[in-house]
């Protein structure tokens, strides 16, 4: 028998092969934008911040990570590439240069040989390949990942130590294949996937690539991170008078209201006055008027997350779309906006606004309208209407709605949705719980 032998352009390693390098690639690395960071900035101190609940997990992913400290902890990792807040041009992180495919699926990244996670071990390749192997396994308990990493990411290609590839699942403009491909990675040298990962890494902090790694853990009273000790990124360009406190500190303050006698005796250097009887009322203190305190109201070009009611559509009721329909029509949104709120906020059309020419702008928000909610509400069975003014259906159910938020403050606005909604027939429930713990509710679709 004759047997042949090929020699093909592939070599094993760890995580997978290794491909060939096109040869007609273009590579970019942008080291022009201007340097945006203030270079009066003072390195050193400790920033102090506050959360109203303490963290479930100090995993990025699987059960209970998606709460609000995740901000935090997704932070201490660096992506490959980050977008410049001025020029909108990509900027370097992890890769100094990247180059696009003629497939218009597929991004070239080249690490920066300098970057380290905070161990000292070096950041490769196989961190990505093995990040994507992670985020499609079942064993992170995270099917929202599964998903995402399964259908949008194709593949992840390593061509040596500091060169890769990563492949959407379909053919995106160079724009879209900026915002998508260059994912974040995890340390392949200190996990290692089992049965039991997410109890084993629920506490267990990981070494990072960013200037920041939890340092002091105090269960139920706050988090710190310090600053990484020559840290790897001090002298490149983008990371320029960036990552100035040495320690930050987060104190878990479960009531803002307590919170802010923190803030104005010192003991927190920001507060977010995004109410508005709280900038507008509360900030009438000596401490603002001497000067020691001042407010800043701002304006970026960024499209902002949609805030309001989200609906669980698993529920029967609310499945129903005639029901939402009414709900819409039964939520006097722009009273609460003019009133409690005082104008400050600008009302939506679409959950999708402030997307440019992606904006489908012949949509337009659902006015209050009780009567036509009520037409709305009889289509999905609910005729009759009960000694509270509330309506039901045959089988003598409440046309009733439990509405779970986090926030005391919010109750006041609340309260307001919930008397106009009556005279649509509608009741709702508020429900206040613990952020943490109504978050998880959310999740769970409870």
């Not at 194709?154 to 260059?182: N, Q, W, Y």
């Not at 104008?343 to 997307?355: A, C, H, I, K, V």
């Amino acid at each position: 028998m004759r047997v042949m032998a090929m020699l093909l352009p592939f070599c094993w390693s760890p995580f997978g092969w290794s491909a060939t390098l096109p040869a007609d690639l273009k590579w970019e690395n942008n080291d022009t934008d201007p340097v945006y960071a203030d270079p009066e900035a003072k390195r050193g101190g400790t920033f102090r911040d506050f959360m109203s609940s303490f963290p479930l997990t100090l995993r990025k992913y699987g059960p209970d990570s998606n709460g609000g400290f995740a901000a935090y902890v997704r932070e201490t990792n660096l992506p490959l590439l980050s977008t410049h807040p001025v020029t909108r041009n990509p900027i370097p992180m992890l890769a100094n240069q990247w180059a696009f495919g003629a497939d218009n699926k597929t991004l070239y990244f080249r690490i920066n040989p300098k970057a380290r996670w905070s161990d000292g071990q070096p950041v490769t390749a196989d961190d990505w390949v093995f990040t994507l192997k992670m985020m499609r396994s079942k064993e992170i308990n995270d099917p929202w990942y599964n998903n995402y990493y399964s259908t949008q990411i194709s593949e992840v290609t390593k061509f040596d130590d500091h060169t890769l590839a990563i492949t959407s699942g379909t053919e995106k403009s160079r724009e879209d294949l900026l915002e998508a491909l260059p994912f974040t990675p995890e340390p392949s040298h200190a996990i290692k996937l089992t049965a039991n990962w997410v109890k084993e890494y629920n506490w267990k902090v990981l070494p990072v690539t960013g200037p920041y790694q939890i340092g002091e853990l105090k269960k139920g009273k706050s988090v710190t991170f310090d600053r990484v000790k020559d840290w790897w990124g001090n002298d490149e360009r983008y990371f320029q008078h960036r990552f100035n406190p040495d320690r930050i500190e987060i104190k878990v303050l479960r009531d803002q209201n307590i919170a802010w006698q923190h803030f104005l005796r010192g003991e927190l250097d920001t507060f977010p006055l995004v109410m508005p009887n709280w900038w507008h009322d509360k900030s009438k203190t000596a401490e603002f008027e001497k000067g020691y305190i001042e407010r800043l109201w701002f304006y970026n070009q960024t499209p902002q997350p949609p805030m309001g009611l989200y609906l669980n559509t698993a529920d029967p009721l609310l499945s129903n779309l005639d029901v939402r329909l009414g709900i819409q029509h039964a939520l006097a949104l722009d009273k609460m906006i003019a009133t409690l709120l005082r104008g400050d906020y600008q009302r939506l059309n679409t959950y999708g606004s402030g997307q440019g020419d992606f904006t489908n702008t012949d949509l337009k928000a659902r006015p209050f309208d009780p009567a036509l909610a009520r037409e709305f509400f009889a289509k999905a069975g609910f005729t009759k209407t009960g000694p509270d003014g509330i309506l039901r259906n045959d089988k003598d159910q409440p046309l009733s709605l439990s509405i779970t938020y986090t926030t005391a403050e919010h109750a006041q606005r609340l309260t307001l949705l919930r008397e106009e909604a009556k005279k649509a027939g509608l009741n709702l429930e508020l429900n206040l719980m613990d952020a943490s713990a109504g978050f998880k509710s959310m999740l769970e679709k409870k």
